[in-house]
T-cell receptor, first 113, second 113 residues
Framework: ETGVTQTPRHLVMGMTNKKSLKCEQH?????MYWYKQSAKKPLELMFV???????ENNSVPSRFSPECPNSSHLFLHLHTLQPEDSALYLC????????????FGSGTRLTVV | GENVEQHPSTLSVQEGDSAVIKCTYS??????FPWYKQELGKGPQLIID?????GEKKDQRIAVTLNKTAKHFSLHITETQPEDSAVYFC????????????FGAGTQVVVTP
């Protein structure tokens, strides 16, 4: 276990569904991230949170809504997704500003049908 | 912003041979360069990193070299083993106010017995 836990591991949802992805870290890190990983593409940064405050929204469509209630938990709320949103969604954490690299979770494999 | 290019996209090597993956970056002020290994069904895991004040770093069978003048860095894996088969990502830390990591597109390494 890497110290960053993501649930669920797999998710299939219809375009009209509402679902949430959960990420929890037990490392005492202050920053948390959501990344989208699609085949043959670089990791795409979606959101950055530092001490529960959102510091970056990388032009992500509003159908993705993040929530960070505390430094240990991060959620990604999904609503009215499109088939092209199907991907592996990775959560990561870092001590501070990525100076010491990120610790990633195993990801949630999302399929939108 | 920072742009990271990674080559090759796929690499097939015989067990026991060496593997080399190269990355170039665009921002000469970038100062931190981690490498991640992603095995099937798992999130990326940090395997080695290097900072801009160092030219080379080794950890058992893996090493990373950095050429700041040319703005490129490389991952070297010696005496490859089947368990080295995975996708490898390079990254560079951006120099914006946050300092997030910009990832390369990844290299699929296949080690054949």
């Amino acid at each position: 276990e890497t110290g960053v836990t993501q649930t669920p591991r797999h998710l299939v949802m219809g375009m009209t569904n509402k679902k949430s992805l959960k990420c929890e870290q037990h490392l005492g890190h202050n920053a948390m991230y959501w990344y989208k990983q699609s085949a043959k593409k670089p990791l795409e940064l979606m959101f950055v949170y530092n001490f529960k405050e959102q510091t970056e929204n990388n032009s992500v469509p509003s159908r993705f809504s993040p929530e960070c209630p505390n430094s240990s938990h991060l959620f990604l709320h999904l609503h009215t997704l499109q088939p092209e949103d199907s991907a592996l969604y990775l959560c990561a954490s870092s001590q501070d500003r990525g100076d010491f690299g990120y610790t990633f979770g195993s990801g949630t494999r999302l399929t939108v049908v | 912003g920072e742009n990271v290019e990674q080559h090759p996209s796929t690499l097939s090597v015989q067990e026991g041979d060496s593997a080399v993956i190269k990355c170039t970056y665009s921002d000469s002020a970038s100062n931190y360069f981690p490498w991640y290994k992603q095995e099937l069904g798992k999130g990326p895991q940090l395997i080695i990193d290097i900072r801009s004040n160092v030219g080379e770093k080794k950890d058992q069978r893996i090493a990373v070299t950095l050429n700041k003048t040319a703005k490129h860095f490389s991952l070297h894996i010696t005496e490859t083993q089947p368990e080295d088969s995975a996708v490898y990502f390079c990254a560079a830390r951006t120099t914006d106010s946050w300092g997030k990591l910009q990832f390369g597109a990844g290299t699929q390494v296949v080690v054949t017995p």
